[in-house]
């Protein structure tokens, strides 16, 4: 559930906090007040794209930070193994939206991005709204719909579908590929030469660093020799340093008799014979060079011709021998083309069969559960007063395999008695279309393990009997779930376990948005508002006083 949302310098809202509560909480307040941008913040938390018309005027950046207790599902740990995040019972989800329309997000304080979210939010809340209702008029999401009501069978199956039916597409496109690309002659001997160049400079890029710095010794061979000159000299010669630190140590031999000079003494000594060793060391590593013109060539030559493969090919050699390995591949191709696309034919048709035998146990699943998912909205349908209503799933197979499986999904619906079936947009009232999403959302529900359902104004285009069977079935819901809901009907406010009120005032400077938790009296005020307007009468308190006690 969400237990709380912190939401600073969004939009028109200076600051707030709301602590929710399990059960049905609704928000109300006149229009404008601000109930959407409540949404809106609930809808960054979720992945929506940010924009920099997000952030309250005259503030540097807008804060969204959302506290949810969860139920740690297999599906929900499955994703957080995905997004590399623990799967806690507790997610505090923040983004921070910029003034110039860049954001940050945080998944339990750990930097994150808007795909996690994408990703994560589904298995935490379900934010439904007219936008949502709207959806109904695509085709295309019908199937979604369908697919939600038949997770739990169906879940398994699709994801082992969507890995099969990928690796159809890649074969697919390979074998498209290799009957468009170039097979001449003219082009095996390009692919032959190019082999050929690259199999005459073989090394690794180890051998290559040796190369590099044998031809550096080379180049500097004069520069090298006068500096070991000048060195040995002032080293070795009579008033070098050598000499003159082993005539030091003679000198001061005498003195490790004494206790006080012993170690200092010590130190002199070793000192010289430490010198002697490196400089012994640097001469000995000095004439095991010699200048070697043959070799010095043949360095150059092999060097400039790995750096035009370089050029041509990659940037080291590991790139070199993977472009290699591919011109092999292109070479066995095309002398074996026709045998290899047969190959690529055969492998195509498995993957096929693979793939739809799977998308086809999809479509079985689909057809049983397209029945059962009728029988239960035609029975919501009733409670919402749609009694004559015919709600039909028209599923049918295709040919052709695609991203969903095999299966055409496709909802009908006849709202009136003797009228024919026909599609939603072609025959339903916005007032229906509200109730016919609300019985498809209720109906899903039961069937998924989300904690908590946010309805925004999902009543519109409703009033009277409907308006209350609506609440009864948000409460319904919130039974099992975390309901809340941004309404403008008293009836649905009426239902609620936990009521607040947004409230917009207005200075010369600004417009600020603030919301708080109603008490009972308070409660009474807001619905009697919300049935007669701001100008109250003690019949519309006394209404308000009936629909809370109903």
């Known amino acids: 559930m969400l237990k709380s949302l912190y939401v600073s310098s969004f939009v028109i809202i200076d600051k707030m906090k709301i602590d929710f509560q399990e059960g049905m909480s609704v928000i109300t307040g006149e229009t404008g007040a ?21 952030v309250k005027k005259g503030c540097s950046e807008a804060v969204i930070e959302g506290v949810f207790d969860v139920t740690v599902t297999p599906q929900l740990e499955a994703i957080c193994q995905q997004l590399h995040i623990e799967a806690d019972d507790e997610f505090i989800i923040t983004k921070n939206i910029q003034s110039n329309g860049k954001s940050q997000v945080k998944i339990n304080y750990q930097s994150s991005t808007h795909n996690a979210l994408k990703l994560l939010m589904p298995y935490l809340i379900d934010i439904h709204s ?21 997770k739990d069978e169906l879940q398994d199956l699709f994801l082992d579908y969507q890995t099969q039916f990928q690796q159809y597409k890649d074969i697919q496109q390979h074998l498209n590929q290799t009957i468009q690309e170039d097979m001449s002659d003219e082009q095996l001997d390009f692919l032959k030469s190019q082999l050929k160049e690259i199999e005459e400079v073989s090394y690794t890029d180890d051998e290559i660093d040796r190369f590099e710095e044998e031809l550096k010794i080379l180049q500097n061979y004069e520069k090298m020799n006068a500096c070991i000159q000048n060195f040995e000299q002032l080293m070795n010669n009579g008033q070098g340093v050598l000499p003159k630190l082993k005539e030091a140590t003679y000198e001061i031999q005498s003195l490790s008799s004494y206790q006080e000079f012993e170690e200092p003494v010590e130190s002199i000594q070793n000192l010289y014979y430490n010198l002697l060793d490196i400089t012994e060391n640097i001469l000995d590593t000095y004439r095991s060079f010699h200048f070697d013109e043959y070799r010095f060539n043949e360095l150059q030559d092999i060097l400039f011709k790995v750096n035009r493969l370089k050029r041509k090919y990659g940037f080291t ?38 793939t739809k035998d799977i998308a086809m146990q999809m479509h079985h699943i689909r057809k049983k559960y397209a029945k059962k998912f009728e029988a239960d909205i035609h029975q919501e349908l009733q409670d919402l007063y749609l009694d ?24 009908m619906v006849s709202i009136n008695q003797g009228q024919d079936l026909s599609l939603l947009n072609e ?12 019985a498809i959302k209720t109906t899903i529900l039961e069937y998924n393990s989300i904690d908590t359902i946010i309805f925004d104004e999902i009543d519109t285009g409703v009033s009277g009997k409907v308006a209350t069977k609506i609440g009864e079935k948000m409460k319904k819901t919130a039974l099992k779930k975390q309901v809340i809901c941004i309404t403008h009907l008293p009836q649905v406010a009426a239902l609620a376990d936990y009521h607040y009120c947004i409230e917009k005032k207005s200075t010369d400077d600004e417009t600020i948005t603030s919301i708080h938790l109603l008490d009972s009296n308070q409660k009474i ?9 701001e100008t109250m009468t003690q019949e519309a308190i006394a209404n308000a006083k009936k629909l809370l006690d109903a």
């Open 427 to 438: 025959t339903a009232s916005g007032g229906e279309i509200s109730r016919i999403m609300l």
């Open 525 to 533: 005020i807001e619905i009697a508002k919300m049935l007669s307007g």
């Open 130 to 150: 007219q936008f949502e209702t709207q959806k109904l008029f695509a085709q295309k999401n019908h199937i979604l719909l369908l697919d939600e009501y038949a």
């Open 388 to 411: 004559k209503a015919i709600f039909k799933v028209q599923i049918k197979e295709s040919q052709m395999l695609q991203p969903l499986g095999c299966t055409n999904v496709q909802f």
């Open 34 to 54: 601000g109930k959407s941008i409540v949404i809106d913040a609930i809808g960054q938390l979720c992945g929506n794209r940010s924009s920099a018309s997000f």
């Open 317 to 354: 050699m590991q790139n070199i021998q993977e472009y290699h390995d591919e011109l092999i591949q292109k070479i066995q191709t095309i002398e074996n083309r026709e045998e290899y696309i047969l190959q690529l034919q055969n492998k195509l048709q498995q993957q096929e069969k693979k």
